[in-house]
């Protein structure tokens, strides 16, 4: 069992940065694939980037690549997403999640096993 719960988000003007943090509870974080997912005001939620095991792959969406970098820190059971070159269509709920098991990437969000609540991301022209 895991729980995610995400921090960071806020009001920024475009083309300023943003860093968003998910803390997880449990011992067997580095077990979890991990991604960042987002979801704006009447559109479905859409995948964002993902984080392998130990951190040594990434994937970005192309929406984002270029600007959001995902991290982790297995050390502190945390996963990162920051986000520079923010664009008012960045806004939008933002949300970690956790595979257990997965060998690799993630990108499917019907696959995740875990989810936080969310925080909100707005960013303003």
């Known amino acids: 069992q895991v729980q995610l719960v995400e921090s960071g988000g806020g009001l920024v003007q475009a083309g300023g940065s943003m860093r968003l943090s998910c803390a997880a509870s449990?011992?067997?974080?580095?077990?979890?694939?991990m991604g960042w997912f987002r979801q704006a005001p009447g559109k479905e939620r859409e995948f964002v980037a993902t984080i392998s095991w130990r951190g040594a792959s990434t994937y970005s969406a192309d929406s984002v690549k270029g600007r959001f970098t995902i991290s982790r820190d297995n050390a502190k059971n945390a996963v990162y997403l920051q986000m520079n070159s923010l664009k008012p269509e960045d806004t939008a709920i933002y949300y970690c999640?956790?595979?257990?098991?997965?060998?690799?990437?993630?990108?499917?969000?019907?696959?995740?096993?875990?989810w936080g609540q969310g925080t909100q991301v707005t960013v303003s022209s």
């Open positions: 449990g011992r067997t974080f580095s077990r979890y694939v």
């Open positions: 999640a956790a595979d257990f098991g997965r060998v690799g990437l993630q990108l499917d969000q019907n696959e995740y096993d875990y």
